[in-house]
């Protein structure tokens, strides 16, 4: 097998223009790099180079080694410029499971963030609902999943990714707007936007309302936040979202208040362990738990 070492010294004495030249760029000193060459020689079986007049003359069978050495020094180069993108996590897929709640708001943009510091990293955002998200995680069909409820299970991390008071949605001009909260008490007998009997969060919304003995119309119901705000913005009554749907630039005509009461909305970061390790999804994991603690902070 041809020696790397032997290869890169005929290259550099070719491209040079002789011993000397190429043991400055080598970082060598003359014999080693003449020690290098009759390796080569000896390994190849035809002389590279003849001195002619003090100078050192490439053979014609040197001359056409020489470019067919360029292809594998060209392929030397993208292994190494591949191994370096890979050390910095450049290049890869990632397969990102969520609850509409944070697809549809902020989770984009996070992500797109992190692809233009990486563009030759592509992911695949799924927006799920929390059975699926959960299914997903469990049998590590993909690199992290962003729900609202916990799991329990060994094959998967569960850690809290965001918390934050729940954000009650008025039309503009509606009677509670003055107020800087909404208690659970003013919103009796208000035309609700409840969100779909399946949903999860629906199930946590009642429980609040029921806890606090408080009725309300319920005759609208679906299943996207998104879409309970859009409810609001026709007329059809106020709905109690979680604050990344709030305070969406496409719910900026709305207007939202924080709702007072001790139940936080939480989204739970889902991060499967039997996953093949992956530094691309270590980086992801890592600016998505920063970017959340910042959205923590200002919706706060």
């Not at 001359?63 to 392929?75: C, D, I, L």
């Not at 927006?127 to 916990?150: F, G, H, M, R, Y």
């Not at 208000?190 to 999860?200: A, K, W, Y």
């Not at 305070?247 to 739970?268: C, I, M, S």
């Amino acid at each position: 097998m041809l020696n790397t070492r032997q290869l890169d010294a005929f290259r550099c004495v070719m491209e040079a223009g002789g011993i000397s030249r190429a043991a400055v760029s080598m970082n060598l000193s003359q014999p080693a790099v003449s020690k290098l060459i009759t390796a080569l020689e000896a390994r190849l079986g035809f002389v590279l180079f003849r001195r002619e007049h003090q100078r050192l003359v490439p053979t014609a069978e040197a001359r056409v080694f020489y470019e067919a050495t360029k292809s594998v020094f060209g392929q030397f180069n993208r292994l190494e410029h591949l191994a370096t993108n890979l050390k910095q996590s450049a290049f890869g897929h990632l397969v990102i499971a969520t609850a509409p709640t944070a697809g549809l708001s902020v989770l984009p943009a996070i992500i797109s963030q992190f692809q233009f510091a990486r563009p030759q990293v592509s992911v695949s955002m799924q927006v799920q609902n929390t059975p699926k998200l959960i299914e997903l995680a469990i049998s590590q069909q993909v690199d992290a999943a962003i729900s609202v409820l916990p799991v329990d299970d060994p094959t998967v991390t569960c850690e809290s990714l965001f918390r934050g008071r729940w954000a009650c949605v008025l039309p503009p001009g509606h009677r509670l707007e003055g107020e800087s909260v909404i208690l659970p008490a003013q919103l009796a007998d208000e035309p609700f936007i409840s969100l779909g009997d399946e949903d999860r969060m629906r199930l946590l919304v009642d429980d609040i309302f029921a806890r606090e003995g408080v009725t309300r119309i319920l005759r609208t119901s679906t299943q996207l936040a998104m879409a309970a705000c859009e409810f609001v913005r026709v007329g059809a009554g106020v709905t109690l979202v979680d604050p990344l749907t709030a305070a969406a630039p496409t719910n900026a005509d709305l207007v939202a208040r924080p709702f007072d009461h001790p139940t936080l909305f939480e989204l739970k970061l889902l991060t499967p362990s039997a996953r093949p390790p992956s530094s691309v999804r270590d980086e992801f994991i890592a600016h998505l738990k920063r970017e959340f603690a910042v959205l923590s902070r200002n919706l706060s």
